[in-house]
């Protein structure tokens, strides 16, 4: 069977969470990665054995008829696929005395950990929806000795969670000052306002458990003097993992921030995607008979088995995108789901939201 993406579990626990049961009838089984699916198989014939026990008769024969589907399902698995398994069977009828019974087999885009057999008046969807949070996030930081903003890249969006002042006056003084005095009142507000850009640090990040790290940014002397001066606490202060030169420390700022630490998010969603998008839009302009863009030519393409990434954005209506992923699923195709959260997303929604890079010309 073929991983799910991000966008297909979404609509399976959407489409799942409508379901409710009359009696503890819906039932659900979790296979963690790795785990022994002839184990699962026994377990399930053994719990026939227990719901012949149901007093109630409608109740008792949609268990038994769901616990025999989904053994029937795991006879046709060999092994559990690479990131785990989870099943859902049940009665979904609405028609009290009638009987549709459903099977939904569903191996996810990230290693199950979880064993779980449960029969009952839902389904537990609960594992498939962390699986969708984000897994990390990281603090932003923009300052001078002017201003700072406190922010947050969390999945793809930039937050911006805090806007402070310094009050430091600027270089032009009041007559009769010495320049020496001017220079210690000028240091000490600065001082004072570190302090306070450390603390409010603290109070936003310090419990924040999925807090991956930290980026500093701002000119050369002021982000080094504030992350040399240890105003921040030891726990923050480990979690920095780079500073990087940029003059802006309003919420913009944040923007530029992030797109100048690519390097430091390589691995993160929002760079990965913006990489992939723009991979596709080289291919477009360089490689055109190989790229095709737009919903027929890529049906085409999907349809002909030569499509070796397909690109649908996220707004693309919910059928479409579920009769295209059908299609690559079934052609070995990759499947690349892009935001509008990113500019280069959003053109590409602009220009059609569905493309594909071709294995062979055709």
Request: charged share 30%; with cysteine; glycine share 8%.
């Amino acid at each position: 069977m073929t991983q799910l993406t991000k966008s297909q579990i979404i609509e399976i626990i959407e489409e799942l969470e409508r379901y409710k049961g009359r009696h503890t009838e819906l039932i659900t089984v979790y296979i963690p990665a790795g785990y022994d699916v002839n184990s699962v198989q026994r377990q399930l014939e053994a719990e026939k054995s227990t719901a012949k026990n149901i007093k109630s008769t409608g109740t008792r024969k949609n268990v038994i008829d769901a616990l025999e589907k989904l053994v029937r399902e795991l006879k046709t698995f060999k092994k559990t696929p690479e990131n785990g398994l989870v099943l859902f069977a049940g009665n979904i009828s609405k028609v009290e005395g009638s009987q549709d019974l459903r099977l939904w087999a569903v191996e996810p885009f990230m290693p199950l950990k979880s064993r779980l057999y449960r029969c009952d008046k839902e389904f537990v969807l609960d594992d498939l929806r962390e699986m969708l949070e984000v897994s990390e996030v990281f603090g932003l930081l923009v300052l001078d000795r002017k201003e700072a903003t406190i922010g947050l890249l969390e999945g793809k969006r930039i937050a911006s969670l805090q806007k402070m002042t310094s009050g430091v006056p600027s270089k032009v003084r009041a007559g009769g000052q010495s320049s020496q005095r001017f220079h210690r009142i000028t240091e000490n507000l600065t001082k004072k306002f570190y302090k306070r850009i450390a603390e409010e640090m603290k109070n936003i990040f310090l419990n924040m458990p999925k807090l991956k790290g930290i980026i500093v940014g701002g000119p050369i002397p002021t982000k080094d003097e504030f992350l040399d001066g240890e105003y921040l606490i030891t726990n923050l202060r480990e979690k920095v993992i780079g500073k990087i030169d940029i003059g802006d420390a309003s919420e913009s700022g944040l923007q530029e921030l992030v797109i100048k630490s690519q390097d430091l998010l390589i691995n993160h969603e929002r760079v990965l995607e913006k990489k992939e998008i723009e991979n596709f839009f080289i291919n477009l302009g360089e490689n055109r008979e190989k790229t095709f863009l737009g919903e027929s030519e890529t049906k085409r393409a999907l349809e002909a088995g030569a499509v070796d990434i397909l690109f649908i954005s996220e707004k693309i209506p919910k059928s479409l995108t579920k009769e295209l992923i059908g299609i690559a699923n079934n052609m070995g195709s990759e499947v690349k789901i892009i935001s509008t959260e990113i500019t280069e997303g959003e053109q590409f929604y602009n220009m059609g939201g569905i493309g594909a890079i071709l294995r062979f010309k055709i």
